[in-house]
């Protein structure tokens, strides 16, 4: 799965000259977090709702309303934004782009094909994945175990699944509590929740937790 299948787009917008107020404005209508700053065509920034009210005098300042708004009204978002900006490709693998924002604790990245700003990928975008990727919409029997770190452990147990008429609707592999072991978690259809444990014990390390949901 690469970027451009899941990105958000077309992508909302901001200028540098916006005040910070009429782009907070604009996110809240919006219902985003974040969104590029785009001069002439050219993306120069990035900025984020947590920047804008970082911007905005405290709720306890001693200044008056007016003289707050008069405040406001001069602070502009390329004063704000983040003008180094990370972004990927429309081609970069999901896996890869989910890397750099945790890598560098970002929440979004730009996207863009030749130069060109054509979407952005959030990390509600990557909630979604994982969603689908561990079948959280849909019921069945879900496992989470130990597997032995051996050549054909995997294929044997989908074998044994699916030769007794089970289905699987989601699987994960992550890392396990030793070298010598991976940790799954999968779901699958078809089958009763004692079905799938009695398939599945003869060919684990340990089960730690099923259930049908």
């Not at 985003?32 to 920034?45: E, F, N, S, T, W």
């Not at 004063?79 to 693998?93: A, C, F, H, R, W």
């Not at 008429?165 to 259809?189: D, E, H, M, Y």
């Amino acid at each position: 799965m690469l970027v451009g299948e899941r990105m958000s787009h077309p992508v909302i917008t901001i200028i540098p000259e916006m005040p910070i107020v009429d782009a907070l404005n604009l996110m809240k209508r919006e219902r985003i977090r974040r969104a590029p700053v785009v001069k002439d065509g050219q993306l120069v920034g990035i900025v984020s709702d947590k920047d804008l009210l970082n911007a905005s005098p405290s709720p306890v300042t001693s200044l008056s309303v007016w003289e707050m708004n008069y405040l406001l009204s001069k602070i502009t978002v390329k004063e704000v934004m983040t003008k180094k900006v990370i972004s990927v490709q429309e081609n970069t693998p999901i896996e890869e782009a989910a890397r750099i924002m945790v890598d560098n604790k970002i929440g979004g990245l730009p996207v863009m094909r030749e130069g060109e700003l054509i979407g952005i990928i959030t990390e509600t975008d990557l909630f979604k994945i994982f969603l689908e990727l561990m079948g959280a919409r849909e019921f069945g029997v879900r496992v989470t175990a130990l597997i032995f770190e051996e050549r054909g452990q995997l294929a044997k147990l989908a074998g044994t699944i699916a030769n007794a008429g089970g289905n699987f609707i989601a699987f994960g592999q992550f890392a396990g509590t030793t070298p010598n072991n991976r940790l799954i978690s999968f779901k699958v259809t078809g089958l009763e929740e004692q079905q799938v444990k009695d398939l599945t014990l003869p060919l684990i390390e340990k089960l730690v937790d099923i259930r049908s949901c």
